[in-house]
């Protein structure tokens, strides 16, 4: 199993994936010179590398007995995500990670890999041709509990990332167009609602995203800098020593959340299509795995897996031109950091352990 | 487009549990879905980087430009003004300004940099929103330890960023208000300024020159401030010097001022209103000017407060005012040279005729007084001068009328700017028939020429004006511009065609006037002749001249206009003394003013004597031991 895993794996995808983790590495290697962070992009390339061995691992693991148990991992999940809530680390005023020895854990970035695989289980148990009330408040339900719970850490970011997982199922199983129109209705009204339970800091990250200009040193910040940053780097690129958006420490996080800014800058409008032609390429390799999925259940979570990632890509890359709001999630495979780059690598190991049982036998 | 790629399936009939191949199928429509919804997405956010990157990237390069590159101003220091001989007049002293970087600036942070500068909060705030699209605006100039301390420990990222030090130039003025007319100062270019034509380069919060020659030479004296440009991080800390442009320094102005005399000129002045000008009619050459009651420009410089400001500004005894070309005053007798002129040249005088004075005289009517009651019997133009009888003039102005007399007053330069390298310089008048009808539409009446003939009613001159006129005529009825910049070539406005012994008649009058008991006999100096002419301003007979009346009083304003040597003279003085009484009053200031000079003169030809003997102070006016005679007024 594990050497056919080897040679049956998606190589396109990986392909595609690795270029992005070298552009991730490189461009975290260049963001950083000087600064604090100046190792991220070797823990970077650990963090890669252990990723490519949890994918390879994951894939040679029948994605069914993963389903099968799906509901103890749900149910372990929201445990756990209550115990960061309890017991976590307190970073940049919010709790959102859990020790683990020496390395911090943000559990929320594991929680979607166990919602893919409990919509795709419940979705491939109800068989249905299209949804029904009850069913979608089942799904939303069970996608909600654990979105409360990362919102009130507050990590509001990463809840919204919970969204797309349900919306892709949804889509999925099939969604009568009255329903649709209903649904949005419901967001329209609840959206004005929802802005009263935002904290202070998300208000005025909502608000200066609709007019950064209003108070340009405070939240309006970043949105700024992010587009001076992207605009300074013109249709080539400033190149990695003219990038002073990147290097004089305008933008917030060069290697993190805003690394695509720090990017753009740097390899300009030419580096930007080349790196968000990967992107759709790793989206649509992603969707193509789900065409060929043997059952239901496999495309759901590789339709789970796609979508997850587009939100992310639309957010982040968004955000750094100014057209979403800041909301501070990765951009996967590119941000530096652990949790994140994990769970992206988990994830394209439960599509290519989808892959490799995509002839039924 | 979407990549739907069907890879050979392998049909199978097995079943399972999960199979469910065909529900797979039927999700192709909607993984359609999802494929286009992704290819939209990916246009949308290309589309933001084609905006940012493509289409305005010299917008955002710029911005990037304006985060990494502070740039301070290098402030060029201003020339120096200098007097005839080099010596500095106005200096600048090196200190430090604070200025405040636009983007930086928190509003929450300026009450606290207000009350430590000791500024108004409202005219500073004030100030910055009139700021616009400059980069920045030095808010206080010359700080003290105490502002320093302040600005070093609050400058830092964390606390007050916006603030910067810069080093600047506090201009340095004379102590006392001494030569401030002429120097002028300089302040903060005001709101109003900046919308005219000719500071279209200049900046709110520059300093520019106000008044005097620091307006009148601002461009040459300003030079170009330079910048000094350094790459920062976010946080504003120095990474990097970049290539900074050094300032240019003004260039020194070094002006026809005579030190000495100007010293002299002040303190024949000290406690008096009033103005004495000092020049070289043979060029035009001011020695000396001074206008009394001064202030002191070092209170101006820089960003005065408005308190500060309203309050000289608003002074009754018009301090700011430059009496030595903005007076406006009845010349008096100072004037009856010039009647005497066109007296003698129209050819209805000659050196005999003879005019007899009783004491008064009628005309149309109308009796006109002398000044001495009892009168000068019968006289001629020589004594005429020298005694001042009005009776004589009165005949020769009914003889010339107004029209005759306003061609040899504008010849002399009497209702003509002089055109002196000085701002706001005043017109003064000259009646005529025409200047008349054009004013008020009416004819002219000969009853006013009486009165025009012995310097008073409508006529009125500045004491520079004055100066001109009858320096001009000793000089052999040539008139240069007067001017400041010693740099400047003399020009020479108008040359009278006169016969030589009638502008003779006239200046040896004029020697009467001192050396043959006139009026002026209190200007006598032992080695040079000296000629002039006395005069009072009448305040409260003038009629259409009330509005220029420079005070309350009532008083008599003394005038005496002197020149030396009489042959090809070198130096003319004009005194006037406001609310002097007796016109015998401005004589001594006069004096002071020639004994300098020839004194100086004296001394640079023969440096033995200025050894032993240094400069005699001037003596104050009070002890002359030559008291006037009360039958001595004009």
């Known amino acids: 199993m594990f050497t056919r895993a080897l040679r049956d794996l998606d190589w396109p995808l990986l392909v595609v994936t690795l270029a992005l983790c070298t552009l991730g590495v490189l461009q975290i290697y260049s963001a950083t010179l000087a600064t604090k962070w100046h190792d991220a992009w070797w823990k970077q390339i650990i963090f890669i590398g252990s990723g490519l061995v949890m994918m390879w691992l994951l894939s040679t693991f029948d994605y069914h007995a993963a389903l099968n148990r799906v509901v103890y991992l749900y149910a372990a999940s929201v445990v756990l995500l209550i115990l960061t809530l309890v017991m976590g680390n307190k970073v940049f005023g919010s709790t959102r990670w859990i020790k683990a020895g020496s390395f911090t854990l943000q559990t929320s970035e594991f929680v979607k890999i166990v919602l893919i695989l409990l919509v795709a289980k419940l979705l491939a148990d109800w068989k249905l041709e299209t949804l029904a009330w009850p069913d979608i408040l089942k799904l939303a339900g069970v996608v909600g509990v654990p979105m409360l719970l990362v919102m009130k850490e507050p990590d509001l970011g990463t809840s919204l990332t919970y969204l797309p997982i349900l919306a892709c199922g949804i889509l999925m199983a099939g969604l009568r167009w009255k329903y649709l129109l209903i649904l949005l209705g419901i967001l329209v009204i609840t959206l004005p609602i929802g802005y009263h339970f935002l904290k202070p800091y998300q208000k005025d990250r909502l608000v200066s995203f609709i007019d950064p200009d209003r108070d340009p040193k405070g939240t309006g910040f970043q949105v700024i800098q992010s587009k001076i940053a992207v605009g300074n780097g013109g249709m080539w690129g400033r190149g990695a020593k003219e990038s002073s958006q990147t290097h004089l420490g305008f933008l917030p996080v060069p290697h993190t959340d805003f690394i695509f800014s720090s990017f753009a800058e740097e390899h300009g409008f030419v580096g930007v299509v080349i790196a968000l032609v990967l992107y759709f390429l790793l989206i649509m390799q992603v969707v193509q795995n789900a065409q060929t999925a043997a059952d239901r259940a496999g495309l759901y979570i590789c339709m789970g897996v796609a979508g997850l990632l587009l939100f992310h890509v639309l957010v982040n890359v968004g955000m750094v031109v100014g057209r979403m709001p800041v909301t501070g999630i990765p951009l996967p495979l590119l941000s530096s950091g652990g949790s994140n780059t994990w769970s992206v690598f988990l994830m394209l190991g439960l599509v290519n352990s989808v892959r490799l049982r995509r002839f039924v036998n | ?634």
Request: with cysteine; proline share 6%.
């Open chain 2, 1 to 634: 487009m979407p990549i739907v790629q069907n890879e050979p399936r392998h049909e199978s009939n097995a079943s399972s549990e999960h199979l469910l191949r065909d529900d797979a199928k039927k999700s192709g429509g909607k993984i359609a879905f999802f494929q286009y919804l992704t290819v939209a997405v990916f246009i949308f956010l290309i589309s933001g980087f084609w905006k940012l990157q493509v289409q305005n990237p010299d917008v955002y390069s710029e911005a990037a430009e304006r985060n990494r590159i502070k740039s301070t101003p290098l402030l060029a220091p201003r020339g120096k003004i200098l007097d005839r001989d080099g010596r500095v007049i106005v200096d600048n002293k090196a200190s430090y300004s604070l200025l405040l970087n636009r983007d930086q600036i928190k509003w929450e942070h300026l009450p606290a940099i207000a009350d430590a500068m000791g500024l108004d909060f409202n005219e500073l705030a004030a100030k910055i929103r009139r700021m616009g699209s400059q980069p920045q605006i030095i808010i206080k100039d010359e700080l003290t330890r105490d502002e320093m301390a302040f600005v070093e420990s609050h400058q830092d990222a964390s606390a007050f960023p916006e603030m910067d030090l810069i080093r600047s130039w506090k201009r340095q003025y004379p102590q006392d208000g001494f030569a401030a007319h002429v120097v002028g100062y300089v302040g903060e270019i005001s709101e109003s300024e900046l919308n005219l034509p000719q500071y279209l380069d200049y900046r709110q919060g520059d300093i520019i020159g106000k008044d005097g020659l620091e307006r009148e030479y601002d461009s040459d004296l300003r030079g170009v401030d330079g910048q000094e440009r350094v790459l920062v991080d976010s946080l504003g800390r120095t990474r990097k010097a970049e290539t900074s442009k050094e300032a240019v320094p003004g260039k020194d102005l070094k002006t026809t001022l005579d030190l000495d005399l100007q010293a002299v000129a002040e303190l024949a002045m000290d406690g008096k209103r009033g103005a004495v000008v000092a020049m070289d009619p043979r060029n035009g050459d001011v020695l000396a000017m001074v206008s009394r009651p001064a202030f002191d420009p070092n209170k101006f410089t820089g960003r005065i407060s408005r308190k500060d400001w309203t309050e000289i500004a608003q002074d009754k005894d018009k301090p700011l005012l430059n009496r030595a070309i903005q007076a406006q005053l009845p010349p008096g007798s100072t004037f009856k040279p010039i009647m005497a002129l066109a007296g003698l040249e129209e050819g209805v005088i000659d050196s005999d005729t003879d005019f007899f004075c009783p004491g008064g005289a009628s005309f149309y009517g109308h009796y006109y007084a002398c000044h001495l009651k009892h009168g000068h019997g019968k006289i001629s133009v020589h004594r005429a001068i020298s005694q001042s009888c009005d009776v004589f003039f009165y005949n020769v102005g009914y003889r010339l009328g107004i029209d005759n007399i306003a061609k040899y007053a504008d010849i002399a330069g009497i209702g003509r700017k002089t055109g002196i390298d000085l701002p706001n310089e005043t017109q003064g008048t000259m009646p005529s028939t025409r200047w008349k009808l054009r004013l008020t539409r009416q004819k002219w009446y000969a009853g006013e020429t009486i009165s025009v003939a012995i310097g008073q009613g409508a006529v009125t001159v500045s004491p520079l004006q004055i100066l001109s006129a009858l320096g001009g005529l000793g000089a052999g009825a040539v008139w240069y511009k007067p001017h400041l910049n010693l740099d400047e070539k003399p020009v020479l406005l108008r040359r009278g065609n006169f016969k030589p012994e009638d502008l003779q008649q006239v200046i040896s009058g004029m020697f009467g006037v001192v050396n043959e008991g006139g009026t002026g006999r209190a200007a006598q100096l032992p080695t040079v002749k000296v000629c002039g002419k006395t005069g009072t301003a009448q305040v409260a007979a003038t009629e259409l001249t009330k509005g220029a009346r420079m005070s309350s009083s009532l008083a008599n304003h003394a005038w005496f206009v002197g020149f030396a040597p009489m042959d090809n003279p070198e130096v003319a003085v004009v005194a006037l003394f406001e609310n002097g009484v007796e016109s015998y009053n401005a004589v001594p200031i006069v004096r002071d003013v020639l004994k300098a000079y020839f004194d100086k003169k004296a001394r640079e030809a023969n440096p033995q004597i200025a050894r032993k003997a240094p400069p005699a102070k001037p003596i104050p006016v009070a002890t002359i031991e030559d008291t006037p005679q009360p039958g001595d007024t004009d």
